[in-house]
C-alpha cells in the first residue's frame, strides 16, 4: 500500500521555524519527485517545493525562496521541508504527494491528512 505522511506541523510565532517530514512507503522512492503542497482556508492548493528523488534537483515557489529548503533522504524513504522566518501567510495545511516530475503539479494518487501549520503574528 502506497502512504505518504506528513508530521511536524504545529504553532510558531512569525519568524520561527518547523520542520516538516513526509515518510513515504509502497513505492520505489527515487523513480519520483516528490512535492510539498499547502492549503490555506478558502484559497486553492498550491504547490511550495518538490525535490526530485533521482537526482536530488529542486524547485520552490517564489513565496519560499530563500526561507524554505527542500530536502531527502533516500535510505529513509522520507522527505523534508525545512520552514524559516515563517510569516503569517504561511499558515495552511501542508501536503506530500507524488509527482512525475517537479515540472509538474499533478500528483500520483491521493491526498493525505497533511499537517497543520499555524503563525502567529
Known amino acids: 500500500e502506497v502512504q505518504l505522511v506528513e508530521s511536524g506541523g504545529g504553532l510558531v510565532q512569525a519568524g520561527g521555524s518547523l520542520r516538516l517530514s513526509c515518510a513515504a512507503s509502497?513505492?520505489?522512492?527515487?523513480?519520483?519527485?516528490i512535492g510539498w503542497f499547502r492549503q490555506a482556508p478558502g484559497k486553492e492548493r498550491e504547490g511550495v517545493s518538490c525535490?526530485?528523488?533521482?537526482?536530488?534537483?529542486?524547485y520552490a515557489a517564489d513565496s519560499v525562496k530563500g526561507r524554505f529548503t527542500i530536502s531527502s533522504n533516500n535510505a529513509k524513504n522520507t522527505v523534508y521541508l525545512q520552514m524559516n522566518s515563517l510569516k503569517p501567510e504561511d499558515s495552511a495545511v501542508y501536503y506530500c504527494?507524488?509527482?512525475?516530475?517537479?515540472?509538474?503539479?499533478?500528483?500520483?494518487?491521493?491526498w493525505g491528512r497533511g499537517t497543520q501549520v499555524t503563525v502567529s503574528s
Open positions: 509502497g513505492f520505489t522512492f527515487d523513480r519520483y519527485a
Open positions: 525535490i526530485s528523488s533521482s537526482d536530488g534537483s529542486t
Open positions: 504527494a507524488r509527482t512525475p516530475s517537479c515540472r509538474t503539479t499533478i500528483i500520483i494518487g491521493s
